[in-house]
């Protein structure tokens, strides 16, 4: 009993010390760790052999430091559904607003609405802030299920959606079955959508609260033969429509092109409403299978045939896409007045508003365009501001802003108990959804306040410690005073500019893409196995070695100069083969090649901008719209001049056989 007593007594006598020593260094803006503090991964490996007692000396001897609280959300996190809701509660309120806490908080509410435990989670919402669509949707079923039936107008999306959801998302979808607030439109909708995904089980559902029974023997013997049933399918009722439109859905997804030229049968004699159904169903189905069916005018013919029911803003930015694709300026129009109200303001598509208001042989479409224009011109310097000002003749030749953080910024940093988290995880070689949500979650909170002083003391801490990805995650995000040196990082400078250089491409661009790729983490990996700074495949990286005339040797692969060497010649490689254009080099760095080539126009050359809007594969799309955004600042950092991102963006040639 002595012995524990004399152990007690030196980590108390050490605990003051340290805690002395701790704040001599914070008053000189050191940035340091606690001794105790590297007791964090031997916690975590109590916590997850499941070794309670041992886990409570941790939280004891931890309890003052900085990662102090870690070993008591381990603890509440085991069997976390069955904990007290005033156990949740009283660790959100001692531990105010921290990423931990409003992750318990988050967890128990999904753990509760497993449970059908509602009652017990309602005063733990008070505590959910930064809710993912998982943890959103318990949430709402939550508020459902405690009086507020209200909830439901916010989740109309997850209402009519038909991809993969989380099981509370589905969950909350069979709530609103039985909500008087849904429509019998909004149960119609929800039906065809259904339907024409597959979705057999939910959409009988859905259809008995229209007073319509569908037989699933029915629905499995069309989905045998989908083509045969349409040619003697009745339409005679409600439920003889359901069949009718799931049969369609069936086939066009087997063969896209017969559906297509059954529609003008199949749509006669049957209500106009049905009638557009039918004719959203191919659509839908065509533009979303343009991976498999390519790009097709009759699909986007549907869709303006469909026009007059309901948009799903899923359904409206397909249909916008193929109008984009196809320059059916009328049909962008028409797509977009059918987005919701959020949807329909965001840059992206006010900007392609503008693009087809300015078609019209109207003074006042295009006066209404040039307006557009010079509101998105004004707001900022991403790739539609960017694109925007192409539109009104300006180059963009802002000096880099390089603002600073004060020093009482910095002493601000060093106090603030979030990035002292995130800064201490990665001292300790915390694993790193530790270390990542610690710091989205301080960066967050410094957004909110709109403290660009202290995102940008972040961000130079974290430049000048090589944690190059943070820095950006939180230059990013600075509102009004900005640091485009962190914000566009320009490590290995010597290394990208020569190799660039060697390979024939522009090292602004080169950066753009590293920068989208890796953040440049030197040992980043993809699920698929790329690594490195240019985020290179194995036997990419092998038949580049060949090409080079060198022996392929995995372990240097990430090393950054023989990474930035391989990934700079691969670049220009594709280059070359893809018309020695730089958006189709881009989307083939991504996609690959072959898919880049598929994606080009069959019958005339394309704007780039129309290009890259309907690339099919969402990744890629975004992809290629950051990554020449990135080259037009890094041209800017690199000296190259005044910007123009359309000089980037040449016209799309015809693809070759």
């Known amino acids: 009993m002595q012995l524990g007593n004399d152990i007690v007594y030196k980590h108390q006598h050490f605990r003051t010390m340290k805690t002395c020593l701790f704040s001599c260094l914070a008053l000189l803006g050191v940035q340091c760790t606690h001794a105790d503090e590297t007791q964090f991964n031997d916690a975590l490996r109590a916590a997850n052999s499941g070794n309670s007692a041992l886990l409570e000396q941790y939280r004891v001897s931890m309890q003052n430091d900085v990662l102090g609280y870690y070993p008591e959300y381990w603890s509440l996190n085991t069997n976390l559904g069955f904990q007290p809701a005033s156990s949740i509660i009283s660790f959100a309120q001692r531990y105010p607003q921290s990423a931990m806490a409003e992750k318990l908080a988050a967890d128990y509410v999904e753990e509760k609405v497993k449970q059908a435990d509602f009652a017990t989670a309602k005063p733990v919402l008070n505590y959910v802030s930064n809710p993912d669509q998982a943890e959103s949707c318990a949430v709402a079923q939550v508020r459902a299920r405690t009086g507020d039936s209200l909830v439901y107008a916010e989740y109309k999306d997850i209402w009519l959606a038909t991809n993969t959801q989380p099981e509370s998302c589905n969950g909350l979808g069979r709530m609103m079955l039985s909500s008087p607030l849904m429509t019998k439109d909004d149960r119609e909708q929800r039906l065809y959508a259904q339907l024409r995904a597959g979705q057999s089980g939910p959409a009988m559902a859905t259809a008995q609260t229209l007073n319509s029974n569908l037989s699933l023997a029915q629905l499995n013997q069309i989905q045998a033969n989908p083509v045969n049933y349409l040619w ?37 004699d049957v209500p106009a409403d049905v009638q557009k159904y039918l004719y959203r169903t191919v659509a839908y189905v065509g533009g979303t299978t343009v991976m498999k069916n390519n790009f ?36 962008v129009i028409r797509a977009v007045e059918s987005m919701s109200i959020n949807q329909k303001q965001s840059e992206r598509w006010q900007y392609w508003l503008a693009r087809a208001l300015e078609q019209r042989d109207d003074r006042s479409a295009k006066k209404t365009a ?286 070759t056989p």
């Open 232 to 268: 003697t399918a009745p339409k005679t009722s409600m439920t003889d429509y359901a069949y009718l439109v799931f049969a369609l859905g069936r086939a066009a997804d087997t063969d896209l092109n017969t559906a297509l030229q059954t529609l003008p049968r199949l749509t006669q």
């Open 296 to 331: 097709n005018r009759a699909v986007l013919d549907a869709f303006d045939q469909s026009y007059g029911v309901p948009f799903t803003d899923e359904e409206a930015e397909i249909y916008a896409r193929q109008a984009v694709r196809f320059g059916r300026w009328e049909s």
């Open 370 to 655: 040039q307006e557009i224009y010079n509101k998105l011109a004004n707001a900022g310097d991403d790739y539609h501001n960017l694109l925007a000002k192409d539109h009104l003749g300006q180059r963009y030749n802002a000096t880099a802003p390089t603002a600073q953080p004060s020093s009482s910024d910095l002493q601000r940093l060093n106090q603030d108990v979030h990035f002292r988290r995130a800064f201490t995880l990665r001292n300790i070689n915390a694993p790193a959804n530790y270390v990542n949500r610690e710091w989205n979650w301080a960066v967050r909170q410094a957004y909110l306040k709109q403290d660009d002083g202290l995102l940008l003391a972040a961000a130079k801490r974290a430049t000048e410690m090589g944690w190059y990805d943070r820095a950006i995650y939180a230059a990013d995000r600075t509102a009004k005073t900005h640091n485009y040196e962190y914000r566009y990082a320009t490590p290995h400078q010597a290394t990208v500019v020569s190799y660039s250089q060697k390979a024939g491409i522009d090292p602004s661009w080169a950066y753009g893409l590293m920068r989208q790729e890796s953040r440049f983490v030197t040992n980043a990996r993809s699920h698929v196995g790329a690594g490195g700074l240019m985020q290179i495949m194995p036997a990419t990286a092998k038949h580049v070695a060949a090409k080079m005339g060198e022996s392929y040797n995995p372990a240097v692969s990430s090393d950054p100069n023989t990474n930035i060497r391989y990934g700079t010649f691969y670049l220009s490689m594709i280059h070359s083969q893809l018309s020695a254009n730089p958006v189709l080099a881009t989307a083939g760095y991504n996609a690959g090649p072959n898919r880049a080539k598929r994606w080009q126009p069959e019958q005339q050359p394309l704007t780039a901008d129309q290009y890259v809007e309907s690339i099919p594969l969402a990744e890629t799309r975004d992809y290629v719209k950051n990554v020449m955004t990135n080259a037009v600042h890094y041209g800017i950092l690199l000296k190259q001049g005044p910007q123009v991102i359309e000089s980037r963006m040449p016209v799309i040639p015809t693809r």
